[in-house]
């Protein structure tokens, strides 16, 4: 089978959100205007900030590219991926730091309400950023709004290996998914990752391999389809980043390995 992913020893740039996760179980139907108990975990997300980490995890090189918040919580993010390994560039901006809040049905399935905070502020690329850079990872996000929509554009014209993760239904319809398309195909990915739902939506990309997440039922591509690992799941919650992660770093193989491990246990970190 042809591969496309960048191997080892490849410093992979991602570029897009980090912020906060907060992932939350509920016992039960939400008790309108009372308590609801729950399991709650908080930690540092974000599609970018996951898959920068679990590459670095994972004994890859990354180099995380995003627009930084100057509140608190912005402090958080930077040292908790600083510790887990991740180089990280962008500008701190005036603002909030973006957080996102995962119901998790037990592995099964989330639903995402998301605040993206100061993400899509990024408005420029500085060429150290991408010093020594041979692949760029993009999730879509970081093409569906703007300015980071041109600086995802500007720094995919000057690195020789690109990725793109599909990232949201909701964000390509809500975007316009011809207008997506359009875009893709001129940001000329080698990979694409997608879910089954996301993959439909946007249609095959000439050139690129379509690398198709099916869940509990493992990947599919091209070539064909291989089973997911084994796992007793517990939060679904960046199980698809760990799982592009692994691929870049080592391949399909590695990839479904990270994503039992990231489906096994609360949030989005390794």
Not at 18 to 41: F, K, S
Not at 58 to 82: C, F, K, N
Not at 121 to 141: F, K, N, R, S
Request: net charge negative.
């Amino acid at each position: 089978m042809a591969t496309s992913w960048p191997g080892p020893g490849t410093t992979i740039c991602v570029l897009g959100d980090a912020h906060l996760d907060v992932v939350v179980q509920l016992a039960g139907p939400v008790a309108t205007e009372t308590d609801t108990p729950a399991h709650t975990d908080v930690g540092v997300g974000g599609q970018a900030a996951n898959v920068a980490a679990w590459i670095a995890g994972l004994g890859g090189q990354a180099r995380l590219i995003a627009a930084w918040g100057s509140d608190p919580a912005a402090r958080l993010v930077t040292d908790e991926l600083t510790r887990r390994g991740v180089q990280l560039a962008g500008p701190a901006l005036d603002g909030r730091t973006g957080v996102v809040v995962s119901l998790s049905d037990r592995g099964r399935s989330r639903s995402m309400l998301t605040d993206r905070g100061v993400g899509p502020q990024l408005a420029a690329v500085e060429d150290g950023w991408l010093a020594g850079c041979g692949w760029l990872h993009l999730p879509a996000y970081s093409l569906v709004a703007e300015p980071v929509q041109g600086v995802a554009l500007a720094a995919a014209a000057r690195v020789p290996g690109r990725s793109l993760d599909l990232s949201s239904t909701a964000a390509v319809r809500d975007f316009g998914v011809e207008r997506f398309r359009a875009l893709v195909a001129g940001l000329r990915p080698d990979v694409i990752f997608g879910t089954e739902a996301e993959t439909e939506l946007v249609g095959p990309i000439a050139g690129a391999e379509a690398v198709v997440k099916l869940g509990p039922r493992g990947v599919r591509t091209a070539a064909g389809t291989w089973p997911a690992w084994p796992a007793e799941p517990v939060d679904s919650t960046g199980a698809g980043d760990a799982f592009a992660a692994g691929y870049l770093v080592g391949g399909i193989e590695l990839g479904l390995e990270a994503a039992a491990r990231a489906v096994s246990k609360m949030g989005a970190m390794p």
